[in-house]
């Protein structure tokens, strides 16, 4: 039973180092087709780059105006918190009847302006989100219309 | 924290303009006029107004900058293209700051019909034992 046993693991052990060296081989098979296929069919070289990446960290257009309006953004974002959070207190006096049911009422209220809170937030933060995609683009479109030299003296200065 | 007597946050329908649409036939006990005339949050309305009507500005601001930038623009043969892409830009950006003034009103809605209803559930008690 021992022997069976011991005749199975070298045999498993055979079949998974035939494995790997087929997997060796194939990938070195790979590697000889796309050097050949390189040959038969180069790809285009790229182009060279005439725009920095970097030009969006150090010549960012409209930078100021960004800041500005992220700030008011922020500060349109805590004056819709103050009113939520104010309106959210409203409930009918203790006295009131029915003040459980009015309470479950208000309770959903108060979540509905949790919502409209946050769409409101959301919409100001996609309007500057606008913004900040048209400062990238007039970003851009400046720095690949300057000539090649303008351009390496600007990424210099910065 | 509820005013009465005044007219509520906003939403630029006055009480007495709103009232000439309200159906008059089956008021019952409470008068809803004055439900109507109730008041909350206005300050902090106020304050969200300002702080909006700031984010305005800045969007305004940024829009006729990133405009100036565009003019001083280098000659580029993708120029045209540019200039839709900017074009198109600023108005997005003036269609997202539509969106946020209407999520704006649509809240100072919900403020407004909140305190309604607690006031109508102050005052339908109010009827009830004055009726007792």
Known sequence: MRNDMNAQDEYKATLLSKLDETTGTLDALFAVMDSVRERIDPAPARPADTVDPNVFFYKLRLHDHMEALFHAADGVGKAAQEMRLLAKRVAPSAQCRNAKAWGRILGIFSEHLTTQERMLHEAASAACSAAKLLAYAVTFAEADALPDEAAANEGDEA | MVETENHIVNGGVKPEE????????????????????????????????????????????????????????????????????????????????????EALYSLAYSVETGARLATFADMSTEAEVENA
């Open chain 2, 18 to 101: 709103e009232a000439e649409h309200m159906d008059t036939t089956t008021q019952g006990v409470i008068n809803p006029l004055k439900v109507i005339r109730v008041r909350v949050a206005r300050d902090e309305w106020e304050a969200v107004c300002q702080a909006w009507q700031g984010l305005h500005e800045k969007l305004r601001a940024f829009t006729h900058a990133a405009m100036a930038e565009m003019k001083v623009l280098p000659d580029s043969p993708n120029r045209g293209a540019w200039m839709m892409f900017f074009d198109l830009y600023c108005q997005q950006i003036s269609r997202e700051s539509q969106a946020a003034d």
